[in-house]
């Protein structure tokens, strides 16, 4: 998973004082499911239908949520809980090929932060709950 191009932005603003990091609640995050490949500008990210029972899942960003960043070309983090969705009840997700983080929880909204594709794309069923084993989902910074 890496940066979305706008948190690259924003970083890089940041720390080289061309301007503030944005105000807003930067403590929280929401990991969503993507049936689309997607890409570091946002595109071809496509979420499961909220008719179908799928919603984001918020993703407090503490140390019990992510590891110490560690590692060198590229320095990563990863998660250190389990991340579980809600169970597919109304409805199939689709195959889900890629996953990202954002800044808001409702379906569509908000800005993507980071975004990964799916080792292997995963059929998200009826009854089926979706995912993340700790150490799964890896973020990079190169």
Known sequence: MSFSNYLAGIVLDE?????????????SSFIALSSGVPQE??????????????QRVVIPNTKNTWSVATGTDP?????????TFPVASL????????????????????????FGTLTTPKSVAVNDTASFASGDLVITLD
């Open 75 to 83: 320095m990563a983090l990863k998660n250190s809980a389990t991340i």
């Open 41 to 54: 500008d946002g595109s071809n990210f496509l979420e499961p239908s909220p008719s179908s029972g799928y």
């Open 91 to 114: 409805g199939s997700w689709g195959t889900i090929s890629g996953f990202g983080l954002f800044n808001l929880s409702g379906v569509g909204s908000g800005t993507g932060l980071a």
């Open 15 to 27: 720390i080289f004082g061309v301007q503030p990091m944005p105000t807003g609640d930067w403590a």
